[in-house]
């Protein structure tokens, strides 16, 4: 209401002083503008059309005004604590088989790519971003990174595998290891999409979520009905494992080898654009309110030094001097 108020004020302020300036003129009428006593018709419009540009001008300054102090507060850090987006990634060997995708032309691995770049395309506000990856044991390879570009990199080929032992894959093993890697995270800041095909040894007891983790969302690739022979058995999604995973913490599995995961999964971590706009936004009414209140009030002293009137004071002596 504030900007409001200033018009307003500005706008009386104005109007007393246009009718104070109206008073002096008339009682001077004769000797300002000649026998006439009054200027031309259309300056009649002058004070009124005055205070409305002041009061334009006003209420656009002040508009803007409020609209910087509210983006200053906007930019000040906040005491909640960030979010941080963790991607827990599966790259065993059978994340090369290619079989994944809605035709089946995709490796698991690059899938899982596709499927990173789909959230990130999706989410915003205040995150941290992290990597996890997991074979025979995990390892973090990004964590509380500001940039989503270094995500993209992890999953661009960068060869993490090779720091680890080689071996059958212990999925329950690495997972566990992958939550201790976020364990000590603030409570509840932690969000996990935990990538895999399931394609594991026995699976191992999962430790209970920690304090740290908020949300868990399981995502499944490769196809789960027909397999493809690796190092001696048929590798597909397994369901049921990633969905044990799931329950035991407390998360829930997404099949993801075909369709990404859906927006409503992402939940508040999905960044809301708004709807596009048909007209002025008040920062652009402000702006626009501003130029034609001061135009006004740059050209009007010209107008009527040169438009105002007929009477010509220098005329009128120089002709009786003749």
């Given at each position: 209401m504030l900007p409001l108020y200033s018009a307003m004020a500005v706008l009386l302020f104005t109007a007393l002083?246009?009718?104070?300036?109206?008073?002096?003129v008339g009682a001077v009428g004769r000797l300002a503008f000649g026998p006439a006593s009054q200027a031309r018709a259309w300056t009649r419009v002058v004070p009124w059309l005055r205070p409305l540009a002041f009061a334009a001008f006003a209420w656009g300054l002040a508009v803007m005004i409020e609209l910087h102090m509210a983006e200053q507060d906007g930019q000040k850090p906040s005491a909640k604590e960030p979010t941080r987006l963790i991607f827990v990634a599966d790259l065993s060997p059978s994340m090369k088989l290619?079989?994944?995708?809605?035709?089946?032309k995709l490796t698991r691995q690059e899938r899982i790519r596709e499927s990173v770049e789909g959230v990130l395309m999706r989410v915003g506000g205040d995150l941290r971003f992290g990597v996890v990856?997991?074979?025979?044991?995990?390892?973090?390879?990004v964590m509380e990174a500001?940039?989503?570009?270094?995500?993209?990199?992890?999953?661009?080929?960068?060869?993490?595998?090779?720091?680890?032992?080689?071996?059958?894959?212990?999925?329950?093993?690495?997972?566990?290891q992958?939550?201790?890697?976020?364990?000590?995270?603030?409570?509840?800041?932690?969000r996990l999409l935990i990538y895999s095909d399931g394609d594991t040894i026995p699976l191992q007891p999962v430790s209970a979520r920690p304090k740290s983790v908020k949300q868990v969302l399981v995502l499944g690739v490769g196809n789960p009905h027909k397999g493809l022979f690796i190092d001696g058995h048929q590798s597909r999604q397994d369901p049921e494992a990633l969905g044990a995973i799931a329950r035991a913490l407390g998360g829930t599995y997404h099949d993801i080898n075909e369709k990404h995961l859906s927006t409503?999964?992402?939940?508040?971590?999905?960044?809301k654009s708004p709807l596009p706009k048909s007209g002025l936004d008040l920062e652009q009414w402000a702006l626009l309110a501003m130029l034609l209140g001061s135009l006004f009030l740059a050209f009007i002293p010209v107008a009527l030094q040169y438009l105002g009137t007929d009477w010509r004071a220098q005329d009128a002596l120089e002709g009786a001097r003749r």
């Open positions: 002083a246009e009718w104070l300036h109206a008073r002096r290619k079989d994944a995708g809605a035709e089946g990856g997991f074979y025979t044991d995990a390892r973090a390879v500001r940039d989503p570009e270094l995500v993209r990199n992890v999953f661009n080929g960068l060869p993490v595998q090779l720091l680890m032992r080689g071996g059958k894959t212990d999925l329950g093993t690495a997972i566990n992958a939550l201790k890697e976020v364990a000590a995270l603030p409570e509840g800041s932690a409503e999964a992402l939940g508040d971590l999905v960044r």
